[in-house]
């Protein structure tokens, strides 16, 4: 079983920036392919970027180009950069980790874009 915890939501204004994190409790997270998804109020969740175990990237477009995601894998940690946020950023982010068969989730982290 792996354990994953985010952190780092907020309020924050359009055009601004804030960095999730995410903890995990496996010695193997730099085995597992990592992504970070989010749900928006009434909306289905929807993938947001992933980064494999040898740090390969890829983005939804609606973020190319704004978010980065990065990991470390001594730390156990993955984080996600989100610059120039938007008001439809707003959304529970979740920490996703899948090796295999093997998916986990973590409880998410809110993000409000407002003014």
């Known amino acids: 079983q792996v354990q994953l915890v985010e952190s780092g939501g907020g309020l924050v204004q359009p055009g601004g920036s804030l960095r999730l994190s995410c903890a995990a409790s496996?010695?193997?997270?730099?085995?597992?392919?990592m992504a970070w998804f989010r749900q928006a109020p009434g909306k289905q969740r929807q993938w947001v970027a992933r980064?494999?175990?040898?740090?390969?990237?890829n983005y939804a477009d609606s973020v190319q180009g704004r978010f980065t995601i990065s990991r470390d894998n001594a730390k156990k940690t993955l984080w996600l950069q989100m610059d120039s946020l938007q008001p439809e950023d707003t959304a529970v982010y979740y920490c996703?980790?899948?090796?295999?068969?093997?998916?986990?989730w973590g409880q998410g982290t809110r993000v409000t874009v407002s003014s």
């Open positions: 980064i494999n175990s040898i740090g390969s990237t």
């Open positions: 996703n980790a899948a090796w295999g068969p093997l998916i986990y």
């Open positions: 496996t010695n193997g997270f730099s085995t597992y392919a």
